[in-house]
């Protein structure tokens, strides 16, 4: 998937929580806490696929490994994709949700489905494309001499090599929260709900033909063809 069509998804994000925002008032679930989850899109035909999973509706979109905040931000990771997934249901209806209920085939591949994995496990191969190119500069000047780095290293002299530069502590830890915070919803929860679940990939999404989002939960089961 293409980051310029990464950064479309993201301004309609942004637009729909601000939509959000206005007209839902926070329920049960979300007071007293910051709750996880993105602004559901305004119907399941919003999402790439929907199919029905007994009276509840699974939308799903294939975010290949790029992660898009409500807050306009855009990680990556290399380990993971992400599938951006939106459970529908009729008015006052309640669902028990897990991010265990969902596996992803990789159809091309012929593979088995892979089952989810915790958010936390992502963090430790996230990255901020726009940190990583600046960090790459300095440390292109570092090794040219023409610099002493950004703040947390990369600084060189006459007899010292040129270290690439970490992440601030701080900035990596926003960037952990924003993308915790975007995550699927778990728990009994009033319908709709939207979050990222994430699944295990190195490969190039580029090189994905076909995939597959599979449900099996509470509500039922459902399979939909998404698109890479």
């Excluded at 839902?24 to 919003?46: H, I, L, S, V």
């Excluded at 199919?51 to 290399?78: C, N, Q, S």
């Excluded at 265990?100 to 430790?124: M, N, Q, T, W, Y």
């Excluded at 995550?183 to 995939?211: C, M, N, T, W």
């Amino acid at each position: 998937m293409q980051l310029s069509r990464n950064w479309r998804i993201g301004i309609s994000i942004a637009a729909l929580c601000l939509c959000a925002q206005g007209q839902n008032p926070p329920g049960k679930d979300t007071q007293g806490n910051e709750a996880k989850g993105m602004p559901p899109r305004a119907a399941p035909g919003d999402y790439q696929a929907q199919a029905p999973a007994g009276a509840v509706t699974v939308a799903a979109e294939f975010m290949g490994h790029a992660i898009l905040t409500p807050e306009g931000a855009t990680y990556t990771t290399e380990d993971y994709v992400a599938v951006e997934a939106g459970l529908f249901g009729p008015s006052g209806a309640r669902l028990k949700i897990s991010s265990a209920d969902f596996s992803l085939r990789i159809v091309a591949k012929k593979a088995k489905p892979v089952p989810s994995e915790p958010f936390g496990a992502v963090f430790k191969s996230l990255k901020d494309p726009e940190w990583e190119d600046a960090a790459a500069v300095e440390l292109k000047k570092a090794k040219e001499g023409k610099g002493n780095g950004i703040s947390t290293g990369g600084k060189t002299q006459d007899d010292t090599p040129a270290v690439a530069p970490k992440m601030p502590l701080p900035m990596r830890r926003a960037m952990e929260q924003r993308v915790e915070k975007c995550v699927l919803p778990e728990g009994d929860r009033a319908l709709p709900q939207a979050g990222v679940i994430f699944f295990p990939y190195h490969g190039k999404a580029e090189s994905i033909h076909a995939i597959e989002l599979i449900y099996d939960g509470p509500a039922g089961k459902a399979t939909l063809r998404l698109q890479p």
